[in-house]
């Protein structure tokens, strides 16, 4: 399975991007998939995930409410929705799928598939 990242770019503050992730290969829409994002000296650091088994999207609490991750099974592609974007959310971007257990999804090691990562850039 591979993962495409695109939709990166720089924005001022306040506005929006939305990025995408599309999965090739063996995919069978069976992952959760998500993201995770590094800013520029800091640790890699969990996003967002849609969770297959129960249907659900748990988020980091620096995104809650600005956020959002949806899917389209038919394309296998997810999509990161980014509003209100703040100066510190600028990072690379990664896309992950795979099937983390229980609390491991804000694990990066969780996940079996990542993608090459796209640059988000928030001006103030």
């Known amino acids: 399975v591979q993962l495409q990242a695109s939709g990166g770019g720089s924005v001022q503050a306040g506005g929006s991007l939305r990025l995408s992730c599309a999965a090739s290969?063996?995919?069978?829409?069976?992952?959760?998939m998500g993201w995770f994002r590094q800013a520029p000296g800091k640790e890699r650091e969990f996003v967002i995930v849609?969770?297959?088994?129960?249907?659900?999207?748990y988020s980091a609490d620096s995104v809650k409410g600005r956020f959002t991750i949806s899917r389209d099974d038919a394309k296998d592609t997810v999509y990161l929705q980014m509003d209100s974007l703040k100066p510190e959310d600028t990072a690379v971007y990664y896309c992950?799928?795979?099937?983390?257990?229980?609390?491991?999804?804000?694990?990066?090691?969780?996940?079996?598939?990542w993608g090459q990562g796209t640059l988000v850039t928030v001006s103030s």
């Open positions: 992950v799928a795979g099937f983390p257990i229980l609390s491991a999804y804000e694990s990066w090691s969780a996940y079996r598939y």
């Open positions: 290969g063996r995919t069978g829409n069976r992952f959760d």
């Open positions: 849609f969770r297959r088994n129960n249907g659900r999207t």
